[in-house]
């Protein structure tokens, strides 16, 4: 009769991950990339107040029903975008003044 070897199973090694971590000073570049990032924000909130402004005004020029409902849409949405980038501004702004 042949026997039957027995497989060993063979365990994955686990791979060592050093709990090592560098330590960094505040470098400059992150202010200043936090400045460009406040700035964009800055931007694209007047931008979208802007166009929301435009479209509320444009919704009551209109007579046209369907348009006026669709420029009303617009301008909801438009205004959420800008609140949003006011959110993040304040967000910023709070995120700098704990830094320091």
Same mark, same amino acid.
């Given at each position: ?29 992150? $202010? /200043?990339? =936090? ?9 694209? #909130?007047? %931008? *979208?107040?802007? +166009?929301? @402004? ?20 617009? $301008? /909801?949405? =438009? ?9 993040? #501004?304040? %967000? *910023?702004?709070? +995120?700098? @003044?704990?830094?320091?």
């Amino acid at each position: 009769m042949v026997k039957k070897r027995a497989r060993k199973i063979k365990r994955a090694k686990q791979v060592k991950r050093s709990s090592y971590r560098r330590k960094t000073s505040v470098d400059i570049s992150k $202010s /200043i990339s =936090t400045k460009r990032k406040i700035n964009v924000v800055i931007s694209n #909130l007047i %931008i *979208f107040a802007i +166009l929301t @402004l435009i479209l509320i005004g444009l919704d009551y020029l209109t007579n046209h029903e369907g348009l006026s409902r669709l420029l009303a849409i617009f $301008s /909801i949405v =438009t205004g959420f975008i800008a609140f949003a980038f006011f959110l993040v #501004l304040l %967000i *910023f702004l709070a +995120l700098r @003044l704990m830094r320091k």
